[in-house]
C-alpha cells in the first residue's frame, strides 16, 4: 500500500520482497472486516476471500457463549496469498517497481540521514539509494534495527495455526474466539472458518504460559470433537507484538510502517486493517516529502500523527484493556460474560470509547470486578 500510494502521488518507487511471490508464505489467521478489504482496493470476491463471516462467537472459560453480530458490519477470511498479490499487482499497476527474492540486510546511513538500503540479489551485495525508505518488514525488522530504533517490543503474543480440512462445521459464517488460560494464556484461541470443511484454528499466548503455544494448540484440537477426524494441511506460526506503537518510527529518510512500529491492535493482534492505512499514510506523506525535496523527521513525522489521530489512539486503549484483562483469571472472565453486552465486548477488543465503556461495565459488575475495573479508569 504505501509503495502503490507513493506511485500515485508521482514519484520513482521501488519495492523490494525476499520471497518469490508477495504474500507467500502465510503467517496469518486472515480475518478482515469489509472496510479493510475495500480500503485496500479490493471487493471481497474470489479469489481475494474465502467465507464471509457475521458473527464472532466469544467462548468463556465454563464455555458460555457471546454472539456478537452487527447490522453495519461484515467480516471475511481472506485468502491472504491472493489478498497480498493483488495489493502488490496494484501497486505495479500504479508504476512502482517490483524486485522479488530480494533481501533487506540493513539501512545505508551518511550522518543522521537514511539514504538508502543494502540488499542481497542472487547471492550479490547491492545497494538501493532512495530519497525516503519505508520499512515496512515485520515485527522483526531488519530496516528498523538497523537504523539504530528499538530494537524489539515489550510484549508479544506468540502464535502458532494448523489449516485444517475434513471438517463439518455447523456455521462457517461464525468465527470463534476461545479466552482462559486453559486454551490460551494471556492470548485466545480462534477458530476461523474458510468453508464449511476448512478452517484455519490457532492461538496466541504471552506472559502466562508454561509451554509453547504449539503445545497449546495441540492440546486445544484434541479436545474438541470436530477436529477429531480432521486433517491438518498446513502448520504456521508467527509473533504479534502487543506493546503497541513505538514513540520513534521515523527519522531523516526513514519511515516505518505496520508491523515494523508495532501498529497492532494489542487486543486481538489485528494488524492488516491498520497496515494498508498506515501504508497509505506512508506512502502518501513520503510522495509529499521528495517532491518538496524536504525528508526531514519532521516532515516525515507528519503521517504519524495522522496515524495517531485514529488508529493510534485505538491502539493505546486496547492495550490499557489488555492490561486489565492480564489481572482476571478464567472464574473473573466467567462473570465478566454474564454481565457484558456486545457492543462493549467489540469496544473493548478494538480501543474505542473504552473509558465510557468500561464506566458502564463497572455498574452492573460484582464487587471483586468492579475493583478490577475501577483501577484500570484511575
Known sequence: MAARTAAENGVDVIFIEEHKVPGSPVFCGEGLSIGGIRHGGLEPVEPYVCQQISTARVVAPNGRTVDLTATDWTGYTLDRSEFDKALSENAEKAGAKLMTEVSATGVIKEGNQIVGVKAIVNGEEVEFRAKVVIGADGHWSIIRRSAGLENYF?????????????????????????????????????????????????????????????????????????FRNAKIVHKNGGICPVSGQ?????????????????????????????????????????????????????????????????????????????????????????????????????????????????????????????????????
Open 154 to 226: 515489550s510484549d508479544w503474543v506468540t502464535c502458532a495455526q494448523y489449516r485444517m480440512t475434513g471438517l463439518d462445521l455447523e456455521d462457517s459464517s461464525v468465527n470463534e474466539f476461545w479466552i482462559g488460560e486453559k486454551y490460551a494464556p494471556g492470548g485466545y484461541a480462534w477458530v476461523f472458518p474458510k468453508s464449511r470443511t476448512e478452517a484455519n484454528v490457532g492461538l496466541g499466548v504471552r506472559m502466562k504460559h508454561t509451554k509453547p503455544a504449539i503445545d497449546y494448540l495441540k492440546d486445544f484440537v484434541a479436545n474438541d470433537p470436530r
Open 246 to 378: 513505538f514513540d520513534e518510527i521515523v527519522m531523516d529518510g526513514l519511515i516505518l510502517s505496520g508491523d515494523s512500529a508495532g501498529q497492532l491492535i494489542p487486543m486481538t493482534g489485528a494488524g492488516i486493517h491498520s497496515g494498508i492505512e498506515s501504508g497509505k499514510m506512508a506512502g502518501r506523506v513520503a510522495a509529499e516529502a521528495v517532491k518538496e525535496d524536504n525528508i526531514s523527521a519532521e516532515k516525515l513525522g507528519e503521517y504519524k500523527t495522522e496515524f495517531d489521530v485514529y488508529w493510534g489512539k485505538r491502539i493505546i486503549e486496547a492495550g490499557k484493556v489488555l492490561h486489565m484483562l492480564d489481572k482476571f483469571s478464567d472464574d473473573d472472565l466467567d462473570v465478566l460474560a454474564d454481565v457484558i453486552s456486545n457492543e462493549e465486548i467489540m469496544h473493548m477488543a478494538n480501543g474505542l470509547n473504552v473509558a465510557s465503556t468500561l464506566a458502564g461495565l463497572v455498574k452492573k459488575s460484582p464487587m471483586k470486578l468492579m475493583q478490577l475495573i475501577r483501577a484500570y479508569l484511575r
